[in-house]
């Protein structure tokens, strides 16, 4: 039911993202009346799922999920349709449009994917507002794994900055430490003293290559008891305010350790050494149920909000939409640049289907969905022939030089683009497969 759930989304997500893109393309040619032969969602090989004609348009649904596409007419695209070139040029087609007209046709796709992706954050804060947790609220500091450990944090230490800027929410550290193509510098603050830490990009790209990066670092909560919430709490003689220390004889600095020892000792009881009142050192017999709990709440920090009203939002959507574009931007980046090893990381429609969550969460696909319409826009802006960034490359030298590359010239190209974008989805859709055996 799970891999349905998440199937389901990610079909979902792609066409209408695909029908977005391709809408762009239409509405676009048809405003400088270029006539569209062609609008499907997903490419049609060989047969259609489904299909209709209006006016000179074909409408349908085609089986291979790997894109949609519009096949405008006097244009060189995916269809390879040469023949058409052959003949005289019409006055609807796109090859007899001014070069601005053509240009403004081939980036309206990624142009429409940018929209969407504003009106969706934009939609999501209306509706949810942001809710975050602040680097700055983490009084306490983080709890580290081994592998942080092996870095040079120690739990307890706060996160001063991070290559001399400071990380506004906990998620961002994330992405600042094992995205990257060279040593970072850490400042922490530790027993009231900074310290800088120096952590070598090899030592970075190792730990998310094995990923060690799960639980690198979490908030770290005093085990101190907030409120007893079952009876056989209450029995066993917990109290608010008591500080667990230890349990079954392990010594718990902070409550991460503690569940971490509870998850072992389920449907059991526990020795629990609790210190009250700053003073009396007390041993607690404390039953422990199936899911590893002891029935008690630790006070936790709690996560900031914000409320957006509806003319706040559009342009909060706007400023998260272009942070979301600089984000990807810089991974882009950082996966050619062979430095940082994140090759070998790019996913295909897997990786891409296992980012949405096993059950269905509104909030969580329309976040999803605004983001990989951004990746889209992003990708599809590359200077790779077959791709709207391609196409749109041609026509600027075209603008500039003056000079129309032939068609010859054209057709050679997008035959190398399109074999270079099938070696690419094999690849990221390979590396999928090697995960699943790995």
């Known amino acids: 039911m799970v891999i349905l759930i998440k199937v389901l989304q990610f079909i979902v997500c792609l066409s209408m993202l695909v029908l977005i893109h391709e809408f762009g393309h239409f509405i676009a040619a048809r405003i400088f009346r270029i006539r569209v032969e062609k609008f499907y969602i997903f490419f049609n090989p060989w047969f259609s799922l489904f299909k209709f004609r209006r006016g000179d348009t074909e409408y349908g649904i085609g089986w291979l999920p790997l894109g949609g596409y519009v096949k405008i007419a006097g244009m060189i695209d995916e269809s390879m349709d040469t023949e058409q070139m052959k003949q005289p040029v019409q006055p609807w087609e796109f090859r007899a449009k001014p070069a601005w007209q053509r240009l403004i046709v081939m980036v309206a796709g990624v142009f429409m994917n940018v929209v969407l992706a504003i009106v969706i954050y934009s939609g999501v804060l209306y509706t949810w507002g942001h809710t975050y947790y602040a680097n700055e609220d983490m009084i306490h500091g983080y709890a580290f794994n081994q592998a942080a450990h092996s870095l040079g944090f120690e739990d307890g230490d706060r996160i001063v900055s991070i290559d001399g800027r400071a ?167 950082m996966i050619v640049n062979p430095k940082t090893k994140l090759a070998k990381e790019v996913g295909g429609f897997i990786a891409i ?56 010239f054209l057709e050679i190209m997008q035959y190398i683009g399109l074999v270079l974008i099938l070696l690419l989805v094999i690849y990221a859709n390979g590396n999928d497969i090697f995960k699943l055996f790995k």
Do not use: C
């Open 167 to 333: 990380p506004q929410t906990v998620n961002e550290i994330m992405q600042s430490l094992l995205i990257t193509d060279s040593d970072r510098e850490v400042v922490v603050e530790r027993n009231g003293r900074q310290l800088q830490l120096t952590l070598p990009m090899q030592r970075l790209i190792e730990i998310r290559e094995a990923e060690e990066y799960k639980d690198f670092y979490v908030e770290f909560v005093p085990y101190v008891v907030d409120n007893v919430e079952t009876e056989s709490a209450a029995e066993a003689g917990l109290q608010p305010g008591d500080r667990i220390t230890a349990v079954n004889g392990t010594p718990t600095p902070h409550m991460l350790a503690g569940l971490e020892i509870l998850s072992h000792a389920r449907n059991t009881s526990a020795e629990v050494e609790v210190v009250r009142n700053g003073i009396d050192t007390l041993l607690l017999d404390v039953p422990v149920s199936g899911k590893g709990q002891m029935g008690i709440k630790v006070a936790v920090i709690p996560p900031r909000r914000i409320e957006y009203s509806l003319w706040e939002s559009i342009p909060a959507g706007w400023h998260m939409a272009g942070d979301k574009i600089a984000d990807y931007w810089r991974q882009l980046k």
């Open 353 to 408: 289907g296992n980012i949405f969550p096993g059950e269905w969460n509104w909030q969580s696909f329309w976040l999803l969905t605004a983001f990989i319409s951004i990746m889209l826009a992003v990708m599809n802006l590359l200077p790779i022939p077959g791709l709207d960034g391609g196409h749109a490359l041609f026509t600027l030298w075209e603008i500039i030089t003056r000079r129309k590359p032939s068609d010859k």
